[in-house]
Each structure stands twice: as C-alpha cells, then as structure tokens.
C-alpha cells in the first residue's frame, strides 16, 4: 500500500528546523527561498511556483526580469538542492519528514524518512522507538469517531522487529560480560520504556563500557536557559529586555538569567542552553544567537536590523524567535529529542507535542501514558498536569479508547489541579480554558485563555489559543486578527491553527483565506471537520473534482457526520450562526440531509 504523504504540519515542523540549523545558518537566501517554496506550496500554490515569480517575490527582481541573461533563481536553487542534501545526510539525519526541490522544477516534495540511526534503534521520528513496550501500548484502535477506517501506516512509537532482535542480542552479549568480568562488578541494564510509560522514567542510559560510548545521564528537569549579552547599544538593550521578559514567561523552561560561569553544574550542560547577543553585521544590528552549552553547537542564528528592534516591533520580533524555539516544537526540544540525552518530562512533552502536530488515536495514547506515568511518580510539575488535562479533553471529544472512561469533569479535575500547582502558568489557564469551552461556558473560556495570553505575550501558541477561543465563541472580528498573526508568525504551528484560521475567516466573509487555511488541514489522520473544512474551501476555489472527492472520502469514512454533520457541530458547543452557515455550505456540497 501506499502511504499518505507527510501530514501539514510535519513539513512546517521540519521546515522550521532546517531554518534553524547550522548547514543553513550562513546562508540567509537559501533559507528565504525555502521558506518561500515550501510555505506558497502548502498554500496550495503551487502552480505559482514559477521563476519569475519567485525572482519578484523573493529575489526583489522587477517585471523586466529576464531568466535568460539572469540566473539568479536556477543558480540559488542548486544551492538549495545541496544544503538540502547536506543536511538530511548530516545533522538532519534523523528528521521525520525529508524535503526536496526535484530538478527541473521548484516544487518541493516530501517523503516520510524510514532512516535509522546507525547503531541505535531509534526511530527518524524521534528516539521513542527503542522503548519495547511501545508496540502493545499504543496499538492502533479502530473505530473512534474521528479515526480513519482503511488501513494506516505503522504507528511512530512501535518498534521494529530488527529492533527488538538487536535488544535480545545484546542481552546475550551483556550476560556473557558479566561472567568474563566478574571481578569488575556486575553492570546493570536498566531498560524502561521512558517515554511511554511502561517502565522507569528515570532509567539511566544504557551501561557504559561499549567501545566509543560512554554513559548518558537522565534529566527530570526542564532545559536550562541562560542569557549572555555581549553587544552594546540601545538596540541591544532592547533586544536582551524583550528576550529576558519573554523566556521569564515560558513554563516549559527554566530560565537562568545569567551567562553560564563557572560555579554552574556542569552535570546539566547536555540540556543547557544559552542565547548570546551580539553584534550584528551592520550598524544598528543585532544577531541573537542560540547555542547549546555542551558542545557550543549554534541552533539558531537570526539577525536583527535596527528597524526590527525599534521600540513597539522588537516584542513582535522575539515573540516568534521564541516561539520557534522554546516551545517543545521548538528548536531546543528537538535538539534534546535527537541527542542521546534520556529525558523524562522533556521526552513526554516532546510526544505530547507530536499529538497537537497531527492528531491522532497513537500519538494521544503514547503521550497520554507518558504523562500520567510522571503524575502516578508524583510530579510536581504544574505543566505535567496542563497537558494531561487536554489530552483528557481531546479523548472526550475524539472518543479516543485510552484513557477508559474519559470524561470532561476528570479533565477539569486536573487542570485544576494545574492552576493551583501553578497560578502563574500560561499553559495550566490555557488548559482550563479550552475544557471550560467544550462545556459550554464561553465566557469563562475567553477569561481563562485571555488570561493565559497575559502571562506570556512572547508565546504565539497562548496567542493563538486566546484568538481561537474568541472565534468559538462567536466573536470572529476579534479573534481572527490574533489567531491569523499568530499562523503568519509560526509556520510550524499546529494544525488546530489552521482550523480555527479557516473558521474565523469563513465567517468574516474572507473566502479567499479561508480557503488557503482550510487547504493546510491535511493530515495523515482524518477528522469529519477537517475534512468538510477542506470540502468547503475546495467549493470556494471552483475545485470541484477535488471537491467531489472529499465529499465521497467524508461519506465514507464518517457517515454519521456526512448524515447530519449539525448534530456533531451541537455537540461540540460551536455558536449557532457558525453551524447554521457551516451546515449551508456542506448541503450545498452535498453533504447532510436537507431538512
């Protein structure tokens, strides 16, 4: 069978870390050109993808721009071609998503990465596959509301039978040390499955003693963020204020506030970090420079000019440098997840951002078993119980199998019990408030996220959570300014974005964005609104083979929603001028019954 493309929102992620990387760190117009080909092309534009266009677009070319005499665009995009080889053959080794520009053409492509690591069984989607209770606990279900009914790809927490034989060998293999080296003493494996819960969360990294590796310690903590300041001037000034304020609200890190010294624990420098201001290239700018403590790597590397740090658009600025890297999206966390480092909180939160990426029944459960192992340790983590609590939420409403018996008060239970953990965490409120919308209670839902928001402006997800509940609750002039500057900041933001982008526009009468948006919605695990929402932006662009498609491929994967898709828009609490339009445009599509 062949397997569906990478879903939107896994290209945004890739596309994200690759921007951020060291192979394109020095090169500031292929990373433009990317962004530019990838971004136009999950827009669905395609077929704009042309080398005048892109000359004018990205090249700053005029109408008269002649490819004949001026090579501008072939000449950058092989130099694309080859940082993109670099990369993925490098330090992009263990991407999910692979991207390419095929020749003869600017078009990317993208094909799901089935590398391994050598000498490891971790999987190019992350190093959760070397956990070997992951395959019984987060097998596939069948039959949830809004799960596929034909077959899926294997899900990206199971483990390979290769793996699994590479683990018994090296059983053998350890056993037989043992007795060679009794006098030595006696080395434990400990194996647990760290991620998904089936063992020891604080399990040590394999036994050292393997020639060319050594030990790797376990971190419970969250990364360590340290600010060095190494550039004068107002500019500077307000750059290290704006990034001090910002990392001070993010609760998925624990921020130092100092250059990293001497009387450090140097024990903790694999998941240290610290971002270094420097002097940029020209007169008035600034370069921000993130790097990891351990091994001096630069993660991300972006250069402010004086316009961008002026006083009112600097906070703009570091709200999306922060946001593409602090996040467990970001690049921090995905430098964590691709080291050898055994991580406990960070690796849950790590899959519980893979759900929100592409919502699905495996990722929900392996990041769902992960984190209620840390709360059944006795976590005293606030953020821990947030996440849980809409994970709990998003099994209510997609009628996922685990946990059993899920119910909305059980969710409100523990994000509670977040808030009072901690009353200053944005992602507890924004937890409460997404629970207290799917009840019903949609001003308490526009407090909560508001609220949320308050805590940590620097953060465009709290943004776009606050943008999103104004939308679903009937405030759409509000709410779509927010949420769409939210999605034009972060192109890795999740695809619930995007939904609510689609929603907010549809309603102001922007059919154009909305259409864009809705074409963003597609993923690797269907949704009945999805779905319709891509069966109506099809409509509104006059794609009417595309539409005819998904109107089958609803049909058949949901046909109690195709039947009556204003019984699952009740349900789910959306305003009634919303169902009521909504349902319109799905009968005219041919999709309900006409009543």
């Not at 399990?203 to 310690?217: D, I, L, N, R």
């Not at 994000?415 to 409120?429: E, F, K, L, T, W």
């Not at 099809?538 to 005819?548: E, P, Q, T, V, Y």
């Not at 919303?578 to 309900?592: E, F, H, K, N, P």
């Amino acid at each position: 069978m062949e397997h569906a493309p990478p879903a939107a929102p896994a290209v945004r992620e890739t596309l994200e870390r690759l921007l951020a990387s060291e192979t394109f760190g020095r090169s500031e117009r292929a990373r433009r050109l990317l962004r530019y080909l990838v971004e136009r092309e999950q827009a669905g534009e395609a077929d704009r993808l042309k080398g005048v266009s892109i000359a004018m677009d990205v090249f700053g070319k005029d109408g008269d721009f002649d490819a004949s005499t001026d090579a501008v665009v072939r000449v950058q995009a092989g130099r694309l071609r080859e940082l993109l080889d670099q990369y993925f053959a490098n330090e992009g080794v263990a991407e999910p998503v692979r991207i390419a520009i095929p020749r003869g053409g600017y078009v990317p492509s993208y094909e799901l990465n089935a590398i391994r690591l050598p000498g490891d069984a971790k999987s190019a989607t992350g190093n959760i596959a070397r956990q070997p209770q992951a395959s019984a606990e987060a097998a596939p279900a069948a039959d949830y509301l809004d799960s596929p009914t034909s077959d899926e790809p294997a899900p990206l927490m199971a483990p390979t039978a290769p793996a699994q034989s590479l683990t018994r060998q090296l059983r053998f293999f350890w056993a037989a040390m043992v007795l060679v080296i009794a006098m030595l003493g006696v080395l434990i494996l400990r194996q647990g499955g760290a991620f998904l819960g089936g063992g020891d969360t604080m399990a040590t990294a394999e036994t050292a003693g393997v020639a060319g590796t050594t030990a790797q310690p376990v971190f419970d903590s969250l990364p360590l963020i340290h600010i060095a300041v190494n550039a004068d001037g107002a500019e500077a000034a307000r750059v290290a204020s704006s990034l001090r304020a910002g990392l001070a609200g993010f609760d998925t890190i624990d921020f130092i506030g100092r250059a990293p010294d001497s009387t450090r624990d140097q024990s903790a420098d694999p998941i240290s970090f610290v971002f270094d201001i420097v002097p940029g290239p020209a007169a008035g700018d600034v370069t921000v420079e993130l790097q990891s403590v351990a091994t001096g790597r630069v993660l991300l590397s972006r250069n402010l000019t004086s316009a961008e740090t002026a006083p009112g658009v600097v906070e703009s600025n570091i709200a999306s440098l922060l946001t593409s890297t602090i996040p467990a999206s970001g690049a921090i966390y995905s430098y964590i997840d691709q080291s050898d480092i055994r991580t406990s909180q960070i690796g849950c939160l790590v899959l519980d951002d893979r759900y929100f990426l592409d919502m699905n029944a495996q990722t929900h459960e392996a990041a769902y078993r992960c984190l209620e192992k840390l709360a059944s340790d006795g976590t005293k983590s606030s953020l821990v119980y947030a996440e849980l609590a809409a994970l709990h939420g998003e099994a209510v409403t997609a009628h996922y199998r685990y946990p059993p018996d899920a119910t909305l008060e059980k969710a409100m239970s523990l994000a509670h019990r977040a808030v009072q953990m901690g009353p200053m965490n944005p992602h507890a409120h924004r937890a409460l408030g997404y629970l207290n919308s799917r009840l019903g209670n949609a001003d308490e839902a526009i407090r909560l996220t508001r609220k949320a928001y308050e805590l940590n402006p620097y953060d465009l997800g709290m943004a776009a959570a606050y943008g999103y509940g104004l939308i679903f609750a009937g405030k759409y002039d509000e709410g779509t300014p927010i949420l769409g500057h939210a999605v034009e900041a972060f192109s890795g933001h999740p695809t619930w974005w995007d939904y609510g982008l689609f929603v907010g526009a549809f309603m102001q009468g922007d059919m154009k964005k909305a259409a864009i948006a809705s074409e963003s919605l597609r993923t690797t695990a269907s949704k009945s609104h999805y779905l319709a929402a891509r069966l109506i932006g099809a409509k509104i662009s006059g794609r009417d083979k595309l539409a005819g498609e998904l109107a089958n491929e609803l049909t058949a994967e949901f046909p109690k929603f195709a039947a009556d898709p204003r019984a699952t828009f009740v349900d789910r609490k959306y305003p009634a001028d919303l169902t009521d339009r909504l349902v319109q445009s799905l009968r005219a599509a041919g999709i309900g019954n006409p009543s």
